[in-house]
C-alpha cells in the first residue's frame, strides 16, 4: 500500500521558516517525480513546486521563486520543502504528490499537513 506522509507543518510568523517532509513507502520513490501542492481556504489547490525523480531538476510557482526549496533524498524516499521568507498569504494546506515518470495511471497524494502564518 502507498502511503505518503507530510510533516513540519505550524504556526510561523511572517518572515520566518518551516521545513516539510513527506515519507513514502509501498512504492519505488526513485521512479517517481514529486510535487509539493497548497490549498488555502476557499481556493483550488495549486501546484507549488516540482522535482525530477533523479532530483536534479526542480519547478517553481512564481509565488514562491527565491524563498521555498524542494529537495528529495531517494536514499529515504523522502521529499522535502525549506520555506524561508514566509508570508500570510502562504498559509495553507500543504500535499504531497507523486506521479510516476512513464505510467500516468500511477499518481498519489499524501493527506496534508497545514501551515499557518501569522502574527
Known amino acids: 500500500q502507498v502511503q505518503l506522509v507530510e510533516s513540519g507543518g505550524g504556526l510561523v510568523q511572517p518572515g520566518g521558516s518551516l521545513r516539510l517532509s513527506c515519507a513514502t513507502s509501498?512504492?519505488?520513490?526513485?521512479?517517481?517525480?514529486m510535487s509539493w501542492y497548497r490549498q488555502a481556504p476557499g481556493k483550488e489547490r495549486d501546484r507549488v513546486a516540482t522535482?525530477?525523480?533523479?532530483?536534479?531538476?526542480?519547478n517553481y510557482a512564481n509565488s514562491v521563486k527565491g524563498r521555498f526549496t524542494i529537495s528529495r533524498d531517494n536514499a529515504k524516499n523522502s521529499l522535502y520543502l525549506q520555506m524561508n521568507s514566509l508570508k500570510p498569504e502562504d498559509t495553507a494546506v500543504y500535499y504531497c504528490?507523486?506521479?510516476?515518470?512513464?505510467?500516468?495511471?500511477?499518481?498519489?497524494w499524501g493527506k496534508g499537513t497545514l501551515v499557518t502564518v501569522s502574527s
Open positions: 522535482i525530477n525523480n533523479a532530483g536534479d531538476i526542480t
Open positions: 504528490y507523486a506521479a510516476h515518470t512513464r505510467s500516468r495511471g500511477f499518481t498519489y
Open positions: 509501498g512504492l519505488t520513490f526513485s521512479n517517481y517525480a
